[in-house]
């Protein structure tokens, strides 16, 4: 059984089917790759899997580590160690980058924060004072959103659309 296993899932929103009998595996410790066509249901997996609000309504069973998942609101699910990074990154107009990440960090060491934006390419002297906001482009952005899961340490990172804005 893997990290994630989705067994018969079905999700309709707005009378449509979105995922139809879904059966899969998500292991701990490899890549995943959900491939498809756009309104194939990639996001919608995702967004079920976190809990949002619209997605919660699914037939089927949903276990994390060999739990269901349906009594786990987001915040439960997010300390058990599932993260989501959002096709559109968000902003935080006033918030700087390093606030942002000290925030979020499972390790508040300063080495942390510095170190997860070196790993996406982002040099910490150009951006740790830097605001979270629409200064950035797009691909600044997605790096910001990437550090920021790095240093939540989380079990499992559902990616929706991680190419998208890559600059």
């Known amino acids: 059984m893997g990290i994630i296993t989705a067994h018969n899932l079905s999700l309709r929103l707005g009378g449509k089917t979105i995922l139809n009998k879904l059966n899969l595996d998500l292991w701990e410790g490899h890549v995943h790759a959900i491939v498809g066509p756009n309104g194939a249901g990639k996001s919608s997996f995702s967004f079920t899997v ?43 107009e006033g918030l700087s980058i390093n606030s942002f990440l000290s925030a979020a960090a499972a390790d508040k060491s300063p080495d942390t924060v510095t170190a997860a934006l070196e790993k996406v390419g982002l040099s910490p002297d150009d951006y740790l004072s830097r605001a979270v906001d629409r200064t950035l482009s797009g691909g600044e952005r997605k790096r910001v959103e990437l550090a920021s899961l790095l240093v939540m340490k989380p079990r499992i990172v559902l990616l929706d659309e991680p190419d998208s804005g890559i600059d």
């Open 50 to 92: 976190m809990g949002l609000s619209g997605y919660r309504d699914y037939e089927g069973e949903l276990l994390y580590r060999g739990n269901p998942l349906r009594p786990l609101s987001i915040d439960e699910r997010a300390r058990q160690g599932i993260t989501l990074g959002w096709q559109e990154p968000a902003r935080f």
